[in-house]
């Protein structure tokens, strides 16, 4: 399974962007799709995850200004990102719980990561 994240930038504070990622290959269903960030010298940190239902949870630092959803026709996450702010400054990383075929375990896939960087 690859997936492919597209929408990062520069922008300045206070401003928008929204981050897409697309899974495609083998796939049966997908499960769990999300993000995650990793500033320079920090480790990976969980940003939002929503299931296959459609339910979210998010990251304390981001509750109320980003909002994750996802299409499954297309098996896209999107995460729209607003009143950015310098500290969320970081290279952004989906992911998405995959079972590739029928009665199989679910496995991770991950994409390759999109920079965002928010100028003060």
């Known amino acids: 399974v690859q997936l492919q994240a597209s929408g990062g930038g520069l922008v300045q504070a206070g401003g928008s962007l929204r981050l897409s990622c697309a899974a495609s290959g083998r796939i049966f269903y997908i499960n769990d799709m999300g993000w995650y960030r990793q500033a320079p010298g920090k480790q990976r940190d969980l940003v939002a995850v929503i299931t296959r239902g459609g339910s979210t949870n998010y990251a304390d630092s981001v509750n109320g200004r980003f909002t994750i959803s996802r299409d499954n026709a297309k098996n896209t996450v999107y995460l729209e990102m607003n009143s950015l702010k310098p500290e969320d400054t970081a290279v952004y990383y989906c992911?998405?719980?995959?079972?590739?075929?029928?009665?199989?375990?679910?496995?991770?896939?991950w994409g390759q990561g999109t920079q965002v960087t928010v100028s003060s």
């Open positions: 992911y998405a719980r995959v079972a590739r075929f029928s009665g199989t375990s679910e496995s991770t896939g």
